[in-house]
């Protein structure tokens, strides 16, 4: 298993309205859900369903008004 620090991201280099910038992000945090993915399949948790589980927390994150674009916070 390849062990990274969950809590480091790379910052954006280019601004939200460039065309690469969901590629950019894409690059910066698919290593890090794998790690959690292999994390949570490693303590003996369906990967399949963790990665669902993950789409779940991210849906129910947005339309509880964390990170909703315009709000200017990722808190809420």
């Not at 620090?5 to 910038?21: G, W």
């Not at 669902?52 to 909703?68: D, I, Q, S």
Request: hydrophobic share 40%; net charge negative; aromatic share 6%.
């Amino acid at each position: 298993m390849n062990v990274m620090k969950l809590d480091v991201i790379p910052p954006p280099s280019r601004a939200a309205a460039d065309l690469n910038y969901e590629a950019d992000l894409k690059t910066a945090l698919d290593p890090i859900l794998s790690e959690l993915l292999d994390r949570a399949e490693h303590a003996g948790w369906d990967r399949r369903k963790a990665a669902y589980t993950v789409m779940f927390l991210a849906a129910r994150n947005l339309t509880e008004g964390k990170g909703a674009p315009g709000n200017g916070s990722s808190t809420g």
